[in-house]
């Protein structure tokens, strides 16, 4: 078995809250690695509402901490990535069986209050707009819904390229010198000598054994898997599994504003303008034990999803309207509670040291609103064992593709490619669009069209700068572009990145 190099810290999961404290972590000065078994969030970080919200429904269950936190992370982010997450107004039809208006004006109320506090501690304003009543007999809000609803409320939140925004915190940590590992899974790990021995296996087969003076367990739904059965590791604390599913039909509605429907069973359900041509419905709460690796939406949430939008559309769902479905396992921090929507998304960060050496974390819980500031709370419980840390530095650095960028830095020779195109790429990889499109004068330089704005060129750097290495890696997590494909398009994306390894193995060979 080869033996690696020594590590400040050692991150077990590639999806936001490893990224997240990988990033972190690399910019103090740590050297940091990065290990996931499967692609950078390629489990929960991906399968979300694709939402950066307070969470307006935590407010009923006195979430107020948490809430106050989401808020301030929602800022922050509007100004270090503001090519992935962007703002978006919600409008919530009155229903007042289910709660009375003086309740939501209660909460909306708050909620502005505390957003307006998150703004004013930052230094860079892109400010949201407030909440108010508004009239659904009128444009743009009556379209789409029943004429018996007339009366509701509108307000802001954002929503985020979910899979992106890991990408571009592991990114940005290798950057800062992390070193980032998907497809390698941590088979085994052990203290030795007051540090980590880790017995890390690739894809390909290959054994490695590395050492770390900390370990970060951010495994997500596996969390206390890789604690009992990797690390050695027995807790008490427990983990509530709880499943989300999501439906995305084609659009059901004109216009740019989300739609957050209250059900029966108090849960509330979001409809949200998606990929131009689509709209996504979520989320359902189901509680799981043992969830297989990728996880489906049943029958019964299909069902449940088309209900919730039934009772306030004018025009009905159905399950034969689904043209994609995906479903993510939240893994929320067992707080008690018998209801799974009742259980805190707050998160829960767990420390165990032997005799003081060889600290473990684990992260139980968490949203992705509030990934940036779980890994700066992560980095104060390990602050001890690295005395010479530098202090945090996130709030204020632009993720990748959020730096400042002044339109003229577009070269002319731009000009002559399709306006949509530009706009697709930009969306993606924000002011890198510079690195993607380097040294293209004209179209025939992007190199094959497989449809849907992809482009070779594209690929190609998504293989080469950004950890893809299958087609569902290009098309559904750097990119959406699988859901506007054929299937004869998406096979011939397969092919295409299939025989970048091939010939990349080949160049191997002949050295």
Known sequence: MEAGPNYDIAIIGGGINGAGIARDAAGRGLSVLLVEKNDLASATSSWSSKLIHGGLRYLEQYEFRLVAEALSERQTLLNIAPHLVKPLRFVMPHVPALRPRWMIRAGLFLYDHLGRRAITSSKQERELADSTSVSLRQQPYCNGLKPEYTHGFIYSDCRVDDSRLVLTNAKNASECGATILPRTECRKGKRVAGNWELQLRSASGENTTVTARAVVNASGPWVKRVLNDCLRQPSTDNVRLVKGSHIVVPRAYPGEHAIILQNDDRRVVFMIPYENNYTLIGTTDMAVENPPDIPQASGEEIAYLCSAVNRYMSVQVSPHDVVWSYAGVRPLYDDGSPNPSSVTRDYTLRLDADAGTAPVLSVFGGKITTYRKL???????????????????????????????????????????????????????????????QSVNTKADLGEHFGANIYARE?????????????????????????????????????????????????????
């Open 375 to 437: 890994a700066e709370h992560a980095l104060e419980k390990l602050a001890p064992w690295f005395p010479n840390m530098r202090p945090p530095w996130t709030a204020e650095s632009p993720l990748p593709g959020g730096e400042p960028s002044a339109a003229s830095e577009h070269p002319e020779t731009w000009r002559t490619l399709p306006n949509d195109l530009i706009a697709a790429i930009q969306n993606r990889h924000g002011t890198r669009i510079q690195h993607v499109l």
């Open 459 to 511: 690929i190609d750097y998504m293989i080469e700068h950004e950890w893809a290495a299958t087609a569902e890696d290009v098309l559904y997590r750097r990119s959406k572009a699988g859901l506007h494909m054929t299937e004869a398009q998406r096979q011939k994306v397969d092919r295409y990145v299939s025989a970048h390894f091939a010939r990349s193995e080949r160049n191997l060979d002949m050295r």
